[in-house]
């Protein structure tokens, strides 16, 4: 009887641990879903979903804070997603943060990124909408611009120092002189330069327009970005850097010009031969940098003409001119 | 004719168990075609044949464990076809059957073993009342010092008399004994018939007795029937089938 | 007709024909089973001490066995797939992994095949050698009905034991993945589990605990249909013994095939 009964006690001990783990597995799987925690409901309409599907995290300044619950079109251009957030957010989340799909980690499962905005608002409650900022993809553009117009300054200021060098001994433009490819490479960089620089000064001064629009909270990219400080940063970045190394890109430009205009006309030591190889090749050298930068930069420019931010901006301008 | 039916009818009405014109098949094999034997009470009837010719099939019928085509099987009176699930429940509780391999739970102990059919049937529940009942029907086999040994832990005359002991736990009227001594030696089946004629007298059942063990059938039978081609062949007692001439009943004395 | 007039054809079709009649015919006995299970379980008496006793017998006593393979398995899984995903950069991802593939199919379908091996054979020898001993007359002989005494006492246990050691089992082999995770570079039980449970759901979980319930009453039902109706001998107490586990194991992958279209088809996914 007794051995029956341990029996029991263990059979029971193995089936109690059994449930109890499933529990804890279901409750564990509930807790990641915040299903179980107190929450509180909030919305965002969407013009474009980007494969967003239900159970998707939320994430508030980058902290797991809830799950997608329900995705509905509500019109033919409006997606509208319902969220689940933790409670514990909810004293920081303000009514002007927003809301934006993004793509966490490497195999690309959706979710949506909730940011802050600088400016402080009234906290926000169950139901609200949140507004929806714009894809990252743009974000990802002017990451790049940023980038790009980091190297054009540095490959500017090579150019600068060699410019600097050739003035200083003139000699060695010989070497340049009778390589002739040089000479034409060197022509044909420069007129890239030329278009590139003026490429960059139009956008330059669209941009800072827009951000005069911005600011006042006019316009297009005022109605998407009021409040988004962190994409209006990286803009004014962008812009600052554009606009420095378009001067100096626009200095280097003369200075070139200058040169090749000198050394056509004859002026300069003509009869001197070239000892200063180095710098020869450095120049050869900084030429196709330089000129595979450049294209790079006009296709970076072409695309954030195109990006959808921007696009209606630029087809005003074409229109007014 | 009509005088013997009479008679025969006579005869019936005190008989526990009674088959007419049993007839059974399996499939195209027939095993029983036509067999009549009667058991009365306090009679032991041994009943002899050759292997596989129905022997076990027989008794087998007689407590439902097996169907039969037509005929009648009677015990105490009532048709076993045509009985309830109940009926047939307090019928069995009435039988001890003691299967050829004792048919022991191997995952039991003897005690559970011997504790099974009276907690099954409900018999008892008072915890004493069964334990002393267990001790008292082992201690009548011989048996008790065993009684918390497994069945795989006993030789096969002791699994006997614990199969033995477990069929009459219940104090059945009538015991039905398949080929009790088979497989035995002879000095364990000599003590095997022995102990099963002093357990006849002690709790006074009848009996039918499946074996082709002369020793046990001279032993224990009141009566003998011999089985050949599905029929009753033969019936007497020990003495007048030894004495018969018929070479089929003749066999199974040399 | 142009097959009758081949000569061999005949009597290879009859044995094609004669096979397929034995499978439709095993088959329907089968279900028969299943269904007399079904009949008897609603109605008393119910063997409730039985049940517990073979419980006991069936999933504590199988507990050792499926833990100590199931961490085996965790742990080998989690060291295999490791090298694939370090050569795509995505380690983090390995808990995520393991996790998913234990608790949806390895988790269940290797601990099914693991009892279908111990229980479902031992079910088979244990009923079969009680058929040829006969004790299953003699429980139906002391007013027992052997039926619901041992077949239903039986499936009752393996269709609930089944998902406990399902359950136990995943936990274990989850173990055993994080021990190997630990092994190549740090990683606390907590984050590890967040990891798993960050990426199952519900969807993952529910249909492989309800699979796992089909699984014990396939391993109940083929052991016992082939221990309860053993025939000629102790011979056909190891061949009950043997069918009961190769019929067992193929029920739990058909079981397993159409577990994952229905809840494809429901979209639980």
Redesign the interface.
Known sequence: MAKETARHVRLGIFVMAGIVLLILGLYLIGNNKNLWGETFRVYVVFRNASGLQNGNNVRFSGINAGTVTNIEMINDSSIRVEMILDMSIKPYLRKNAVARIGTDGLMGNKLVNIEPSSVLSEVIEDGDTLTAGGSTDTAQILKKLDETAGNVNSISSDIKTITENIRRSKGSLYSVLLDTTIASRLNVSIDNISEMTENFRNFSTALADMMAETKSGKGLLGSVTNDTSMLYRQLRNAVTLMEKSGKDLSEVTNGLNESVKKLNQGHGSAGVLLNDSVSAMELKNTISNLDSSVYNFNENMKALQESWLLRSYFRRQKKSN | MAEKMKIKEHVESDEIISVSHLKIAFGSNRVLTDFNLGLRKGENVVVLGKSGCGKSVLIKCMVRLLAYDSGSLKVFGKEVQGLSQKELDSMRLRMGFLFQSSALYDSMTVRENLEFPLRRHHISSNKNEVNERVKETLENVGLYHAIDLMPSELSGGMRKRIGLARSLILKPEIMLYDEPTTGLDPITAREISNLMLRLQRTYNTSSIIISHDMHCARLTADRLAVINDGICYAEGTFNTLQASNDPFVKAFFN | MAIDSDPNSPGAWSRVFGGMRKFFAEAGDISAFAIRFFREILFPPYEFREV??Q??EI??KS?SLVGITAFIIGLVLTLQSRPTLVE???E??LPAMVGISIIREIGPVITALICAGKIGSGIGA?LG??R????I????????NPFKYIVVSRMVATT?MV???V??G??IALYGSFIAVKLKGAVSLKLF??QV??S???GD?IPS?VKSVFFGFAIGLTGCFKGYYTKKGTAGVGRSANSAVVIGSLLIFIIDLIAVQITQFFGIF
């Open positions: 517990i006793r419980s006991y999933g504590y507990f795509f950069g995505a983090a991802w244990e050698s009680m040829v001993t006969e004790q007359d003699a429980m139906e002989v002391s007013g027992t609930v998902p406990v050691l359950i136990l995943d936990t589990l967040s449970f960050e199952i759901d519900y979980v605990i």
